[in-house]
């Protein structure tokens, strides 16, 4: 059973900025910043390459063509590792050296580390890394999982339905008798027939508008949700961990389950076919936006700043003056927001004393 991890703030390994909540709870080893307001830079999203083990520069750059097109943006970057240096509390800036590009096609394995996305070194007139400052994300969560959603819009999570009482009159009888005649009790993601189920949305009608934007939002109609082919028998087993969007099916690898998150312990020896699935013609497209929803819940967003507005930051800057905190235990242990209030402190006050006239003695 999925347990909520303890939070513990702290930097990455070699990398001096903090590590958000998110980051910390999604297990990130792999933090791809933004350039949008360079040469500050901010965290718009990472990955657990402890659970995506393998992952190639390729298998990267197709997920996020999947989560950049989305929105019908025209986007050219390749990655290249770079170093952070503070800038403000929870600010953070880049300085200026990055390392080799990931190739786009490449089948290299990525590594744990701090990227940013840089212009391809053939479409720039400089000899240095150019900044890409395109859309490659957000700083917030873009999407949350349907379960944290569902309870941010204060609903509770029917588990059968993974709707709210309202949405319980979405999946109406008839519904639900096409499913059960159709599936005949087998699990969409084990086939097994052995075991208790439930029918849920692939994506929940009251959820979808959610994912999309623009052109995309103009289209939607939530009655074209509320249909037999956006839903599938589970395994009762599973239904806790698809609707935290733990795993999905990546459409573009021969319909392979990608897993996103902490599973039951007994999850692969339910899945069968060598985590293989057949998906029919008829629920294609909401598998797609599926797949698409598990990669922005579990990618984007996860700046620090985000958790700790501005108001609380200046908050902090003035009880550090006010408490006289400089020599407390409070104020200096390493990988906490206070200790980093200390550090900016000293590092704007260095900033300033070099700025002063030179004393004319």
């Not at 303890?6 to 903090?18: E, I, K, N, R, T």
């Not at 659970?51 to 290249?80: C, N, Q, S, V």
Request: charged share 25%.
């Amino acid at each position: 059973m999925y347990k909520e991890p303890v939070y513990q703030q702290s930097f990455p390994v070699g990398h001096h900025f903090l590590r958000s909540k998110r980051a910390t709870e999604l297990g990130w080893t792999f933090f791809l910043f933004h350039f949008y307001d360079y040469p500050a830079i901010s965290l718009t999203g990472g990955w657990n390459l402890d659970i995506h083990h393998g992952m190639t520069a390729k298998k990267f750059y197709r997920w996020m063509d999947i989560i950049i097109m989305a929105r019908g943006d025209e986007h050219t970057f390749e990655l290249r590792p770079i170093k952070v240096q503070l800038f403000d509390i929870a600010r953070y800036g880049y300085d200026h050296a990055a390392g080799d590009p990931v190739p786009r096609h490449a089948d290299i394995v990525l590594q744990s580390g701090v990227y940013g996305p840089f212009y391809p070194s053939d479409e720039t007139e400089s000899d240095k890394p150019e900044p890409y400052k395109g859309f490659v994300g957000t700083d917030c969560p873009r999407l949350l999982s349907y379960t944290q959603l569902f309870k941010k819009m204060d609903r509770h999570v029917n588990p059968e339905t993974c709707a709210s009482k309202e949405n319980q009159t979405l999946m109406t009888e008839h519904i639900k008798n096409h499913v059960r005649t159709r599936d005949g009790g087998r699990c969409f993601f084990t086939g097994r027939t052995d075991l208790p189920t439930k029918l849920i949305w692939i994506i929940p009608p009251r959820l979808a508008l959610s994912l999309f934007e623009g052109d995309r939002l103009e289209a939607y109609e939530q009655s074209n949700y509320e249909v037999a082919d956006n839903v599938i028998t589970i395994d009762e087993a599973l239904v806790e961990s698809f609707n935290r969007n733990a795993f999905s099916i990546d459409f573009q690898d021969n319909n392979h389950i990608t897993i996103f998150g902490d599973l039951p312990d007994d999850f692969h020896a339910k899945i069968s076919t060598l985590m293989l699935v057949a998906i029919p013609a008829y629920s294609e497209k909401f598998w797609h936006e599926n797949f698409e929803w598990a990669l922005k819940a579990n990618f984007l967003g996860g700046d620090i700043g985000w958790e700790h507005p501005i108001p609380v930051r200046n908050n902090l800057r003035e009880r550090l003056v006010r408490e006289n905190g400089f020599k407390l235990p409070e104020w200096n242990i390493q990988g906490t927001l206070e200790h980093e209030v200390l550090e900016v402190y000293y590092l704007h006050k260095s900033m300033w004393k070099s700025k002063e006239p030179p004393n004319e003695g």
